[in-house]
């Protein structure tokens, strides 16, 4: 059982910045497909972005240019980097690991954008 624990969300100013980490059990993570979504409250949960195993990065465009999705293989943990924040992004942000049909989620990490 793949276990992903997700952290590093907390409240932040308009224009702010915060980094996001989830960190996987396992000794496959390198060929995981990862992704963070995020759930705003009373909406649904959307991909925000994802990284494939040889690094290919993808994005919503309501993050381009202002998010960055990174992974450390050797520490088996995905990263967002998230820059120029506001209240849109405000929304629990979960990380996910797909790899031969099968999904993980965490638990998630609210991220609140408020002055």
């Known amino acids: 059982q793949v276990q992903l624990v997700d952290s590093g969300g907390g409240v932040v100013q308009p224009g702010g910045s915060l980094r996001l980490s989830c960190v996987t059990s396992?000794?496959?993570?390198?060929?995981?497909?990862m992704r963070w979504y995020r759930q705003a409250s009373g909406k649904q949960r959307e991909l925000v972005a994802l990284?494939?195993?040889?690094?290919?990065?993808n994005y919503a465009d309501s993050v381009k240019g202002r998010f960055t999705i990174s992974r450390d293989n050797a520490k088996n943990t995905l990263y967002l980097q998230m820059n120029s924040l506001n209240s849109e992004d405000t929304a629990v942000y979960y990380c996910?690991?797909?790899?031969?049909?099968?999904?993980?989620w965490g638990k998630g990490t609210l991220v609140t954008v408020s002055s």
């Open positions: 996910n690991a797909f790899r031969l049909g099968m999904t993980y």
């Open positions: 396992g000794s496959v993570f390198s060929t995981y497909i």
């Open positions: 990284i494939t195993s040889d690094g290919t990065t």
